[in-house]
């Protein structure tokens, strides 16, 4: 593929046939003083060593997933925002998606995890963020791993789906594209409001596609400990607000489970 929208999208595309993880290598680029632009990427079909949120491993048969990574170059962008990034990226990702999902209502599970119900009416991870730090203060580095191909009898759990089983045939340039454009458009209006995602409509877009909220959830948070109640909203920094038996708390990183 020549990802001809893509490089419209972008002032330099790298594809590989095969890496450990296309997160690690940009880190690892920039580390090395290498110059990647604003919406630089690179990406494969083929990512041996992926990771997702929480360190979880991210593994998908060869061919059936495009891990695609993304560096940002926010200088304009207040250190105090920045944890808006990843929830960004997924309001991007998801809009991208949503672009070619042929009815089907894509959303996203907080903090970015994109979402799409299948012809059941039941949500289904299709994709994941992972945001990470790189040695030059002004660039982040946004990882996506997205089931272009993955074929319903290689699903690896009963939560997951991909385009194939909703019966698409996904347009990856497009994909690719939709998803640069509508990050820039994300970051621009962030910095402009001075990082204030309430005046800038980003936490507006966000709150709208959030399929978490309203829902009971089950918090799985870093120290261990679970937080049970109902997704009430998200504070202005991004933190989900859960209402739980003793009271409202804002939780800035744990797993989530949407309760049955």
């Given at each position: 593929?020549?990802?001809e929208?893509?490089?419209?999208?972008?002032?330099?595309?790298?594809?590989?046939?095969?890496?450990?993880?296309?997160?690690?290598?940009?880190?690892?680029?920039?580390?090395?003083?290498?110059?990647?632009?604003?919406?630089g990427?690179?990406?494969?079909?083929?990512?041996?060593?992926?990771?997702?949120?929480?360190?979880?491993?991210?593994?998908?048969p060869?061919?059936?997933?495009?891990?695609?990574?993304?560096?940002?170059?926010?200088?304009?962008?207040?250190?105090?925002?920045?944890?808006?990034?990843?929830?960004?990226?997924?309001?991007?990702?998801?809009?991208?998606?949503?672009?070619?999902?042929?009815?089907?209502?894509?959303?996203?599970?907080?903090?970015?995890?994109?979402?799409?119900?299948?012809?059941e009416?039941?949500?289904?991870?299709?994709?994941?963020?992972?945001?990470?730090?790189?040695?030059?203060?002004?660039?982040?580095?946004?990882?996506?791993?997205?089931?272009?191909?993955?074929?319903?009898?290689?699903?690896?759990?009963?939560t997951?789906t991909?385009?194939?089983?909703?019966?698409?045939?996904?347009?990856?340039?497009?994909?690719?594209?939709?998803?640069?454009?509508?990050?820039?458009?994300?970051?621009?209006?962030?910095?402009?409001?001075?990082?204030?995602?309430?005046?800038?409509?980003?936490h507006?877009?966000?709150?709208?596609?959030?399929?978490?909220?309203g829902r009971?959830?089950?918090?799985?948070?870093?120290?261990?400990?679970?937080?049970?109640?109902?997704?009430?909203?998200?504070?202005?920094?991004?933190?989900?607000?859960?209402?739980?038996?003793?009271?409202?708390?804002?939780?800035?990183?744990?797993?989530?489970?949407?309760?049955?």
């Amino acid at each position: 593929m020549d990802w001809e929208r893509t490089r419209a999208a972008s002032g330099r595309v790298i594809e590989l046939a095969r890496t450990g993880s296309t997160n690690a290598d940009l880190v690892r680029a920039i580390g090395a003083g290498e110059e990647w632009p604003h919406l630089g990427v690179l990406l494969t079909r083929d990512q041996t060593a992926g990771r997702g949120r929480l360190d979880r491993r991210w593994v998908a048969p060869p061919g059936s997933a495009l891990a695609v990574s993304v560096v940002v170059q926010v200088p304009r962008l207040p250190a105090a925002a920045r944890g808006w990034i990843p929830l960004v990226a997924g309001v991007a990702m998801r809009q991208a998606i949503a672009a070619q999902a042929d009815g089907h209502e894509a959303g996203l599970k907080w903090p970015n995890d994109v979402l799409v119900r299948d012809d059941e009416g039941t949500a289904r991870k299709i994709c994941g963020v992972l945001a990470e730090a790189t040695a030059a203060p002004d660039a982040v580095v946004i990882g996506t791993g997205v089931n272009t191909r993955l074929e319903p009898g290689d699903l690896p759990v009963p939560t997951a789906t991909s385009f194939p089983a909703l019966g698409i045939v996904c347009d990856e340039d497009a994909l690719v594209a939709t998803y640069l454009s509508e990050l820039d458009r994300l970051l621009v209006a962030l910095a402009s409001a001075d990082g204030d995602a309430v005046a800038s409509g980003v936490h507006r877009e966000a709150s709208a596609m959030c399929l978490t909220l309203g829902r009971e959830v089950s918090v799985s948070l870093p120290d261990g400990s679970a937080l049970r109640g109902r997704a009430a909203s998200l504070a202005p920094d991004g933190r989900l607000v859960v209402e739980s038996a003793d009271g409202p708390v804002a939780v800035s990183a744990g797993d989530v489970v949407h309760v049955r």
